[in-house]
C-alpha cells in the first residue's frame, strides 16, 4: 500500500493499493486541515477489508474443491481393489469351468476370462498363475465353433501386452495351429478373433 498525504492547504490527498496487479483503487479528497486523511483510511480499510474477504472465500471454495477430489480419488481407488479382488476370486473357478464344463459353459467362462484379461497386467498374471493357458488351447483345439471364438479372444487378451513369458506360454500349449486353422476354417467371429491373437501369438516372439 502506497499512502500519500498531503499538508493542509494542498490540493488533494492520495491513497493507492494494489491488492492484485490488475486492480488499483485511487481515493482522491480535497484536503484541508486533515480533514481528508481519516475519511480515505476509512475507505481503504473497508475496500481491504471486502477483498480480504473476497479472497478468503475464494480460498474456502478451492480447500473445498480439492478435498472433494481426494475424497473421490479415495473411493475410486477403494472401488477398484474391491473390483479387483472380486476378479481374483472368480478366476480360478471360471478357469475349472474351461477345464471341466459342458460346451455353453466353456465358451461363456472363456469369453469372461478374455474380458478379465483385457487391458490388466494384474489380471493377466492371475489368469496365467491359475493354470488357463492349457485348458483354452485345448478349447481351440477341440471346441465347438463359438467356444473356439472366445478362446481365441482370451489368448489374444493374455498375449496383448509386453509379457513375451505369456506369449511363449501359449505357444508351448500347441495354441498356434488351431489359431491358424480357425482363421482360415471359422466363422465370422472366429477367424477375427483368432487374427487378432495371432498378431500378438507369433513365432518370433517366441524363444529360440
Not at 46 to 59: K, L, Q, S, T
Not at 90 to 110: F, Q, S
Request: hydrophobic content about 50%; some cysteine.
Amino acid at each position: 500500500m502506497q499512502l500519500d498525504v498531503w499538508k493542509p492547504g494542498d490540493v488533494v490527498c492520495r491513497l493507492d493499493r494494489t491488492l492484485r496487479p490488475a486492480r488499483r483503487v485511487t481515493f482522491v479528497a480535497l484536503a484541508g486541515a486533515g480533514h481528508c486523511v481519516l475519511p480515505a483510511l476509512e475507505r481503504v480499510r473497508a475496500a481491504i477489508a471486502a477483498e480480504v474477504e473476497r479472497e478468503v472465500g475464494e480460498f474456502r471454495r478451492l480447500r473445498e474443491a480439492e478435498e472433494a477430489r481426494r475424497l473421490a480419488e479415495k473411493r475410486l481407488a477403494e472401488v477398484e481393489r474391491k473390483a479387483a479382488i472380486a476378479a481374483a476370486s472368480a478366476i480360478e473357478p471360471l478357469v475349472a469351468l474351461v477345464r471341466d464344463g459342458d460346451r455353453e459353459g466353456k465358451a461363456k467362462a472363456a469369453a469372461a476370462l478374455g474380458n478379465l484379461a483385457g487391458d490388466d497386467d494384474a489380471n493377466k498374471a492371475a489368469i496365467v498363475a491359475a493354470g488357463a493357458i492349457e485348458p483354452l488351447a485345448a478349447l481351440m483345439r477341440d471346441g465347438d465353433a463359438e467356444g473356439k471364438a472366445k478362446a481365441a479372444g482370451a489368448l489374444g487378451n493374455l498375449a496383448g501386452g509386453d509379457d513375451d513369458a505369456i506369449v511363449w506360454a501359449i505357444a508351448a500349449a500347441g495354441a498356434i495351429e488351431p489359431l491358424a486353422a480357425l482363421v482360415r476354417d471359422g466363422d465370422a467371429e472366429g477367424k477375427a478373433k483368432a487374427a487378432g491373437a495371432l498378431r500378438y501369438v507369433w513365432p518370433s516372439r517366441r524363444p529360440s
